[in-house]
């Protein structure tokens, strides 16, 4: 099974747009939808209209998805697992909170 394209870089116009490789060719219409692929780091997500939404629930396996919006393609944002998921601007308090966590988790694997 091959996988078509999904992680051309879009350019910021604060307009989300498809990242679809289709033959080659970036699909680039408005993106409608946020598709996570898997959240092991590191993460792969995807922006793509609805007609490759459509492409993607038939052929592909994501984990999570919602509705596209301008944080979805910004840098410095990330995918918040809560339902529904969506994209939220991370703050350094964030990253040392997180760091934090995962440290207590390793602390209490214990082996
Ligand atoms: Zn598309
Ligand atoms: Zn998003």
């Known amino acids: 099974m091959t996988f078509p394209n999904l992680l051309g870089r879009a350019p910021k116009h604060g307009l989300v747009r498809?990242?679809?490789?289709?033959?080659?060719?970036?699909?680039?219409?408005?993106?409608?939808?946020?598709?996570?692929?898997?959240?092991?780091?590191?993460?792969?997500?995807?922006?793509?209209?609805?007609?490759?939404m459509a492409v993607v629930q038939q052929e592909l396996v994501y984990v999570d998805r919602h509705p596209a919006a301008v944080n979805c393609d910004m840098p410095g944002t990330a995918w918040q697992t809560s339902t529904p998921s969506r994209c939220v601007p991370v703050t350094v308090e964030d990253l040392v909170t997180r760091a934090k966590t995962s440290l207590a988790l390793h602390q209490g694997e214990g082996s």
């Open 18 to 52: 498809c990242n679809y490789v289709d033959a080659g060719t970036p699909c680039r219409a408005p993106a409608t939808w946020h598709v996570a692929w898997h959240f092991r780091p590191p993460a792969e997500f995807s922006l793509v209209c609805n007609e490759h």
